[in-house]
Structures are given as structure tokens and as C-alpha cells.
Nanobody, 124 residues
Framework: VQLQASGGGLVQPGGSLTLSCTASDLTLDYYAIGWFRKGPGKEREGVSCITSNGLSTYYLDSVKGRFTVSRDNVKNTVYLQMNSLKPEDTTVYYC??????????????????WGQGTQVTVSS
């Protein structure tokens, strides 16, 4: 089972991108979906999470007010809308599916299924 993350690319500072996460052999609405990112020499960090029913969302402090996570369970797709992008947002972004509890939504150990990652580059 593998998720597919897409939508990354090159954008200027202040610009926007929307990442998508899909799965061809996994019904995502049974799972919470987390977005993570990992830069060179850094630990993979949780960026955002949305619960299976979409009623609760969580964000890394540094992206609050700029990123919005949403899901369309009919399309089996989860989105991460990223606005006001900064150069420090540059890295590879991954989506993951799991069943975390409230206190572990940003921990990678809480997620069983992962995508291959999509590169986001914010540069002028």
C-alpha cells in the first residue's frame, strides 16, 4: 500500500501551492492523514493532520494561518493548501495515513502508510 503525493514545484516567496494525497488501493476516509516534511539533515516533522471525518485539523506552529488541510472522501483525496510560502518551507513533503490519537497526530510513528514525497521549492 502506498500513497501518492503530488502538486509540488517551484514557487516564488509569497506564492501558493496545493499538494494532493491519493491512494489507489487504500480507502483514505478510514484514516487520519498527516502531512510531513523532511529537509536535508533534519528530522521528518509533522506539518498538518486531518482526522478521518475531517472535523479536526492540526498544524505545526510555523505554518498556522498559512496552510490549510482538507479532504474529499468521495475523491479519496486529501489536500494541503499552502499560501504565503517562505524559503524555509522548501523541502520534500510526504503524506501518510494512520490512526493517531490526539496527542500523537504529529508523530511519524503514528502513521502506517506513506507516500513517496513531492518536492516544494520556494525561491526567487
Amino acid at each position: 500500500v502506498q500513497l501518492q503525493a503530488s502538486g509540488g514545484g517551484l514557487v516564488q516567496p509569497g506564492g501558493s501551492l496545493t499538494l494532493s494525497c491519493t491512494a489507489s488501493d487504500l480507502t483514505l476516509d478510514y484514516y487520519a492523514i498527516g502531512w510531513f516534511r523532511k529537509g536535508p539533515g533534519k528530522e521528518r516533522e509533522g506539518v498538518s493532520c486531518i482526522t478521518s471525518n475531517g472535523l479536526s485539523t492540526y498544524y505545526l506552529d510555523s505554518v498556522k494561518g498559512r496552510f490549510t488541510v482538507s479532504r474529499d472522501n468521495v475523491k479519496n483525496t486529501v489536500y494541503l493548501q499552502m499560501n504565503s510560502l517562505k524559503p524555509e518551507d522548501t523541502t520534500v513533503y510526504y503524506c501518510a495515513a494512520g490512526r493517531p490519537i490526539t496527542t500523537t497526530v504529529m508523530r511519524r510513528e503514528s502513521y502506517a502508510y506513506w507516500g513517496q514525497g513531492t518536492q516544494v521549492t520556494v525561491s526567487s
